[in-house]
C-alpha cells in the first residue's frame, strides 16, 4: 500500500518538474526577446514609410532578421512587419550571400496563395541595407512556443496541424516550379487564435528553393548545407554538397514534427546540440525510428511517422501519397491556387528602384 502512495508521489513530483521546466524555457524565451528589442534599433516604435506602419512589439529574431507586431495605419489591421538589414561590418561575400537568400525569400513568398501559408502582402525598402516585409499576422504564437508551454499535443489535435500543413506542401509541389521550405520546424509553424483551434500557417521562406519544373523525379543542388535546424533536416541534406535533393527534404521535417508534437520530443538528437548532431553524425546515423511504449498511440499515425522518415528518399513518401494518408485524409483540404495579385507587380517595382 506505502508502496502505491510513494509511486504516485513519485509521479505527480514528475509531473510538476515537467511542468515548472516547461515555465522554465518560456521564460528563457521571453526574457531573450525583451533582450533583443532592447537592443533592436528599430525598438523606438518609429513608423515605416509613409507613416504607414506603428512597430509594436518584437514577436521573434532570427539569425538575419527581426519580426515584429506592427499596426496598419492605412487598413487599420495589425500585420507582421519582417526586417531584413546587411550589417555593415560584414564582409562582401557575407553580405552579397545574405542579398541573395533575402531576395530569394521574398520573390518565392510574394507568389504564394493558400490558406495555410502566411500571406506576404507588400514590399518596402527602408534604405540601402535594409527592407521589411510586410506579412499577415498571426496572433496564436508559433507551434514551438505551443510545445514548450504544453510539452505535447494529443493525436487528434497533432491530425489537424500536420494535415494542414501537408495541405500547404502539397500546395507548393505542386506549382509550375515546385518550391522546398527546408526549413519546416515548429517556430515557423504559426497559430491563429480564433474559432477553429489549431489553425496553422507557415512562414519563413528564408532557405526555401525552387525547383524548375514540377517533374517528380526532379531534384535539385543542395547548395544549404550546414543551414537550417538540424534536428529537422534528413540524412541527405548532411551528405555531399553534391548530393541532389527534393521536395523529399521536407516530407522527413513533417515526420520529425508530428512525432515531436505526440511525443514531445524529437526522434533523433533531441538532447543534442546543432554542433554535436553534426559532429557525431546523429541524422547520417537515423536509420530507424524507435517509438517509447507512452502516450499510446495509433498504428495509423506510426505508420505516417515511418513513412516520412524513411532514410533513403526513394523510400520515403512523397509529398501527394503524404497528403493520402489515413492519418491525415479526413483533415480538410482547401487548396487556393491563385496567380500572383496585382501587388506583386508593387513589390518588384519598390525593390528595383
Ligand atoms: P529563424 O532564423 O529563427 O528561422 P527568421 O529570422 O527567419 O527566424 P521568421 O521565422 O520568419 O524569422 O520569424 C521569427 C519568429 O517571429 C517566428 O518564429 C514567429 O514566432 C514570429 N513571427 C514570424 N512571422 C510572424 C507572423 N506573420 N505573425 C506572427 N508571428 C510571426
Ligand atoms: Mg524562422
Request: glycine content about 4%.
Amino acid at each position: 500500500m506505502k508502496f502505491y502512495v510513494l509511486e504516485r508521489e513519485d509521479a505527480e513530483i514528475a509531473a510538476e518538474r515537467e511542468k515548472l521546466e516547461r515555465e522554465r524555457q518560456l521564460h528563457i524565451r521571453e526574457i531573450k526577446r525583451v533582450q533583443h528589442e532592447d537592443d533592436s534599433i528599430f525598438n523606438k516604435h518609429t513608423i515605416q514609410k509613409n507613416d504607414r506602419y506603428v512597430l509594436l512589439t518584437l514577436l521573434g529574431k532570427g539569425g538575419f532578421s527581426e519580426v515584429w507586431r506592427a499596426y496598419d495605419l492605412d487598413s487599420y489591421r495589425t500585420v507582421a512587419c519582417k526586417i531584413h538589414r546587411v550589417n555593415k561590418q560584414w564582409g562582401d561575400h557575407k553580405k552579397a550571400s545574405y542579398v541573395k537568400h533575402a531576395i530569394r525569400e521574398k520573390d518565392i513568398h510574394k507568389t504564394l496563395e493558400h490558406p495555410n501559408i502566411v500571406k506576404m502582402y507588400e514590399l518596402l525598402t527602408i534604405d540601402q541595407d535594409t527592407f521589411c516585409t510586410v506579412l499577415e499576422y498571426c496572433d496564436g504564437n508559433d507551434l514551438d512556443h505551443y510545445l514548450k508551454q504544453h510539452g505535447c499535443l494529443t493525436e487528434k489535435e497533432t491530425r489537424l496541424v500536420i494535415g494542414q500543413v501537408v495541405d500547404a506542401l502539397r500546395y507548393l509541389g505542386e506549382r509550375q516550379s515546385p518550391v522546398i521550405h527546408y526549413d519546416l520546424k515548429p517556430a515557423n509553424i504559426l497559430l491563429q487564435s480564433g474559432c477553429r483551434k489549431f489553425e496553422v500557417k507557415i512562414t519563413d521562406f528564408g532557405l526555401s528553393k525552387q525547383m524548375e519544373t514540377s517533374d517528380d523525379c526532379d531534384s535539385i543542388e543542395l547548395t544549404s548545407q550546414g543551414a537550417g535546424t538540424y534536428w529537422y533536416l534528413p540524412p541527405e541534406t548532411f551528405k555531399d554538397i553534391s548530393v541532389k535533393i527534393s521536395t523529399k527534404v521536407d516530407v522527413w521535417s513533417v515526420g520529425v514534427i508530428c512525432y515531436q508534437c505526440i511525443y514531445g520530443k524529437r526522434p533523433f538528437g533531441h538532447d543534442q546540440t546543432q554542433q554535436r548532431i553534426l559532429n557525431e553524425g546523429t541524422i547520417l546515423k537515423a536509420t530507424v525510428v524507435n517509438f517509447p511504449p507512452k502516450p499510446t498511440v495509433s498504428q495509423i499515425a506510426q505508420d505516417f511517422i515511418r513513412k516520412c522518415l524513411q532514410y533513403e528518399p526513394s523510400n520515403r513518401a512523397d509529398v501527394l501519397e503524404l497528403s493520402r494518408h489515413d492519418f491525415i485524409k479526413s483533415v480538410s483540404r482547401r487548396i487556393v491556387q491563385q496567380p500572383a495579385s496585382p501587388s506583386s507587380r508593387t513589390m518588384r517595382d519598390d525593390l528595383d528602384h
